[in-house]
């Protein structure tokens, strides 16, 4: 491609005017005003100040005109160093323009031309490397795409498949988004606890777990990155994080960390955060689409909140509606026990009374919810002790009493030694002063621990020992199921569980033949 080389005027201060400070005084010319400047020039050269070079290197890749018969008139070094392909792409894209900004694809990169006319028929073009915006695009289009698909939970399914399937489902489905949309392999998801401020982990990836008893809060000192992130609702990039005073050890020779806010109508339920073994890796960007798909996550593991408070709520309206509806005609079965007293039929009297208690109860369980075993006194009758269990430590870590004590009598009568304890803390202490159970059955919240922690813990004392967990309604809220079924938990009890599924489940877990 022939070319003129162009002249080039610098506009200089008056006194410096026709001084002779340039290196190559044939192409450098010194004038006094632009305007002087316009009146020498040609129309294939260029005029730039030192100003408008920095500006025009700042804005773009590179800068050429392209003159009325298609063929670079001008163009500077940077132009000139690109492949031959792409500069005459450059002059066909501008023939055929019908915008003044064009894209194409070309050489594995993305360009973008932006097009003005110049006066002498001249068109001048300005080059923009634009693959990384690009890039940052397609990774928005990636993101949405599949935080909309995590947004895809019906009705049908919370009601048909238990809640610890559909959780086990929900995180595989975030686990794989983050990998592939945003290219972390280290990262964990903790949500706020309304109740206590303390951030539960719900998803870990890669990340050294806490040690046990050890808890974040959501607050701005003394509780990490995440408990400043949840009590500030900011994202927080850290660059270092081995001269940050706010982390706290996550990832084993972590580097760098980025943590964003999972928010619900600017109301924080979480956070998020990611960790890197290299240095410089995590920057502005990834913050930006952890941003992007954390809105997505924060408003699925909301939405799942939602509906399963809602079969909560509609069982405990169906229950109380029972209760209504029972009222007369319990009234009249009383009116009957009475008559039967004063007939002389004491014993009928009695057990009428017995069976009314019975449905008073049964009716109370669905109420107030599931929190008990149902027909405990029926079944505690009939059982008897088994020899195969007669001897063996069961532990119960349960902060309901109705459960705890029912539990309790349950495998005392199938002649089970059993410790029971309202927490995990109380668990954790006797597992330091030597308890050595053969079972651990735990609830999955309690409230100074998880289900997953009394695990954790159980197993650091004794790698062999069973684990079951009990759940109200299946409901998970730290995704201790999905966690512990990694882990090898031997069974999962849904309140209000029978009688004979807990000892079923019980037998099972020690390998005694059901």
Same mark, same amino acid.
């Given at each position: 491609?022939?070319?003129?080389?162009?002249?080039?005027?610098?506009?200089?201060?008056?006194?410096?005017?026709?001084?002779?400070?340039?290196?190559?005084?044939?192409?450098?010319?010194?004038?006094?005003?632009?305007?002087?400047?316009?009146?020498?020039?040609?129309?294939? *050269?260029?005029? /730039?100040? =030192?100003?408008? +070079?920095?500006?025009? !290197?700042?804005?773009?890749?590179? $800068? &050429?005109?392209?003159? #009325?018969?298609?063929?670079?008139?001008?163009?500077?070094?940077?132009?000139?160093?690109?492949?031959?392909?792409?500069?005459?792409?450059?002059?066909?894209?501008?023939?055929?323009?019908?915008?003044?900004?064009?894209?194409?694809?070309?050489?594995?990169?993305?360009?973008?031309?932006?097009?003005?006319?110049?006066?002498?028929?001249?068109?001048?073009?300005?080059?923009?490397?634009?693959?990384?915006?690009?890039?940052?695009?397609?990774?928005?289009?990636?993101?949405?795409?599949?935080?909309?698909?995590?947004?895809?939970? *019906?009705?049908? /399914?919370? =009601?048909?498949? +238990?809640?610890?399937? !559909?959780?086990?489902?929900?995180? $595989? &489905?975030?686990?794989? #988004?983050?990998?592939?949309?945003?290219?972390?392999?280290?990262?964990?998801?903790?949500?706020?606890?309304?109740?206590?401020?303390?951030?539960?982990?719900?998803?870990?990836?890669?990340?050294?777990?806490?040690?046990?008893?050890?808890?974040?809060?959501?607050?701005?000192?003394?509780?990490?990155?995440?408990?400043?992130?949840?009590?500030?609702?900011?994202?927080?990039?850290?660059?270092?994080?081995?001269?940050?005073?706010?982390?706290?050890?996550?990832?084993?020779?972590?580097?760098?960390?980025?943590?964003?806010?999972?928010?619900?109508?600017?109301?924080?339920?979480?956070?998020?955060?990611?960790?890197?073994?290299?240095?410089?890796?995590?920057?502005?960007?990834?913050?930006?689409?952890?941003?992007?798909?954390?809105?997505?996550?924060?408003?699925?593991?909301?939405?799942?909140?939602?509906?399963?408070?809602?079969?909560?709520?509609?069982?405990?309206?169906?229950?109380?509606?029972?209760?209504?509806?029972?009222?007369?005609?319990?009234?009249?079965?009383?009116?009957?026990?009475?008559?039967?007293?004063?007939?002389?039929?004491?014993?009928?009297?009695?057990?009428?009374?017995?069976?009314?208690?019975?449905?008073?109860?049964?009716?109370?369980?669905?109420?107030?919810?599931?929190?008990?075993?149902?027909?405990?006194?029926?079944?505690?009758?009939?059982?008897?002790?088994?020899?195969?269990?007669?001897?063996?430590?069961?532990?119960?870590?349960?902060?309901?009493?109705?459960?705890?004590?029912?539990?309790?009598?349950?495998?005392?009568?199938?002649?089970?030694?059993?410790?029971?304890?309202?927490?995990?803390?109380?668990?954790?202490?006797?597992?330091?002063?030597?308890?050595?159970?053969?079972?651990?059955?735990?609830?999955?919240?309690?409230?100074?621990?998880?289900?997953?922690?009394?695990?954790?813990?159980?197993?650091?004392?004794?790698?062999?020992?069973?684990?079951?967990?009990?759940?109200?309604?299946?409901?998970?809220?730290?995704?201790?199921?999905?966690?512990?079924?990694?882990?090898?938990?031997?069974?999962?009890?849904?309140?209000?569980?029978?009688?004979?599924?807990?000892?079923?489940?019980?037998?099972?877990?020690?390998?005694?033949?059901?």
């Amino acid at each position: 491609m022939n070319r003129k080389k162009p002249s080039i005027f610098v506009v200089v201060p008056p006194a410096l005017a026709g001084g002779d400070r340039c290196d190559d005084p044939e192409l450098l010319t010194a004038v006094t005003t632009l305007a002087e400047a316009l009146k020498r020039c040609g129309p294939a *050269d260029a005029i /730039a100040d =030192a100003g408008a +070079s920095m500006l025009l !290197r700042g804005l773009g890749t590179a $800068a &050429a005109v392209v003159g #009325a018969d298609g063929t670079i008139a001008w163009s500077d070094d940077r132009f000139d160093a690109l492949p031959t392909s792409v500069q005459e792409a450059c002059c066909i894209k501008v023939a055929d323009r019908g915008s003044p900004r064009i894209r194409f694809e070309l050489e594995d990169r993305l360009w973008e031309l932006h097009v003005a006319p110049l006066e002498g028929n001249g068109i001048g073009i300005l080059l923009v490397d634009a693959t990384t915006a690009g890039e940052r695009i397609h990774r928005r289009a990636a993101i949405d795409a599949s935080g909309l698909s995590l947004l895809r939970l *019906d009705r049908r /399914a919370i =009601a048909e498949l +238990s809640v610890a399937d !559909r959780l086990r489902q929900l995180e $595989a &489905a975030i686990r794989e #988004a983050v990998h592939a949309n945003l290219d972390f392999d280290h990262f964990e998801i903790r949500l706020l606890s309304p109740d206590s401020n303390r951030l539960d982990l719900v998803i870990s990836e890669s990340l050294s777990p806490m040690r046990i008893g050890e808890v974040l809060y959501a607050e701005e000192t003394g509780n990490g990155i995440s408990g400043w992130v949840a009590a500030t609702g900011r994202p927080y990039l850290c660059l270092d994080v081995r001269t940050d005073p706010l982390y706290r050890e996550g990832l084993d020779e972590a580097c760098t960390s980025l943590t964003i806010p999972l928010k619900v109508n600017e109301r924080v339920i979480g956070v998020f955060n990611i960790e890197c073994d290299t240095l410089g890796v995590l920057d502005e960007v990834d913050l930006e689409m952890a941003i992007r798909f954390g809105e997505y996550v924060a408003s699925v593991l909301h939405l799942l909140d939602l509906l399963v408070v809602e079969r909560i709520t509609t069982s405990e309206q169906t229950g109380r509606r029972l209760a209504e509806s029972m009222e007369t005609p319990l009234n009249d079965l009383e009116a009957l026990a009475a008559a039967l007293d004063s007939s002389g039929h004491d014993q009928r009297a009695a057990e009428l009374r017995a069976t009314m208690d019975n449905i008073r109860k049964g009716i109370e369980q669905c109420a107030s919810g599931p929190r008990s075993v149902i027909d405990a006194e029926q079944e505690l009758r009939t059982l008897e002790a088994d020899e195969m269990l007669i001897g063996r430590t069961v532990a119960i870590v349960e902060d309901e009493p109705r459960i705890r004590d029912e539990v309790t009598r349950i495998l005392g009568q199938l002649g089970c030694r059993v410790a029971s304890f309202p927490g995990g803390q109380a668990f954790f202490n006797q597992l330091n002063r030597g308890l050595e159970p053969d079972l651990v059955i735990s609830d999955i919240r309690l409230g100074d621990a998880s289900g997953y922690e009394v695990l954790t813990a159980a197993r650091d004392a004794n790698a062999d020992v069973p684990v079951l967990l009990m759940t109200g309604f299946g409901y998970d809220p730290n995704h201790t199921i999905v966690r512990a079924s990694a882990e090898g938990v031997q069974g999962v009890l849904l309140k209000p569980f029978r009688v004979g599924q807990l000892v079923d489940a019980v037998r099972g877990a020690l390998g005694v033949k059901v």
